[in-house]
């Protein structure tokens, strides 16, 4: 393979694992700040719930449902290939832990037996980076499932940040004050003694 197939094939492998990375990240942030959310506006979801408020199925479904939108990895539907096989091999070689006794690097060894279980080509690739395996040059065809793969990887991370649980996570306490207001927007808040009166049946266990 001419020398910038090469140079193509490392900088896509490199782009793929920062998407990955970067995708895990914002991922446990969200899953952070969807916890501090659902704390912080118990009382609204409460309300909500009662009302049985038509638009929140949206929300909700934006907020707590993204994980059901993302259990599909890109590589899901793939068929076990040569490359996989050559990939999970090479990563059995140095992290298998009748071989390696690193107890982290095992572990990565468990993670790549699932994916290999899963055809998930795109985790298998990332670890085999981590572990050091030196991966081959990879098909045009392949190449072009990464740049479809950090495309989607960068959709994810988008629709994550743009999320009402993340926004707060991320806010101020100044901004938050300002920010409850929208929320009760969205969550169809508009009679705010009816909301109040609300909380107080609620504090009380007579509702």
């Known amino acids: 393979m001419a020398k910038k197939g090469k140079l193509k094939n490392k900088r896509l492998r490199l782009q793929l694992r920062a998407a990955s990375l970067e995708l895990e990240e914002v991922r446990e942030e969200l899953d952070e700040f969807s916890n501090l959310f659902f704390s912080d506006f118990k009382d609204e979801i409460a309300y909500r719930e009662k009302k049985k408020i038509d638009n929140l199925e949206k929300a909700l479904d934006r907020e707590v449902a993204a994980d059901d939108d993302d259990e ?8 076990t290939n040569p490359i996989l096989q050559k990939l999970y091999r090479s990563i059995a070689r140095v992290a298998h832990p009748d071989i390696c006794k690193d107890k982290e690097i095992a572990e990565k060894f468990k993670e790549a037996a699932e994916a290999y279980a899963d055809g998930d080509w795109v985790t298998l690739l990332v670890i085999a980076e981590d572990v ?14 990464i740049e479809q793969s950090i495309e989607e990887f960068g959709v994810q991370i988008s629709q994550f940040r743009s999320s009402l649980a993340y926004a707060w996570g991320e806010a101020t306490e100044g901004e938050r004050e300002m920010m409850r207001l929208n929320v009760w927007q969205v969550f169809g808040i508009t009679d705010l003694d009816d909301f109040e009166n609300f909380k107080k049946n609620l504090s009380t266990g007579s509702w």
Do not use: A, H, R, S
Request: proline letters at 18%.
């Open 132 to 145: 050091g395996v030196d991966i081959p040059d990879l098909p045009p065809e392949t190449l072009v499932k």
């Open 72 to 79: 599909k990895e890109p590589g899901e539907e793939e068929e």
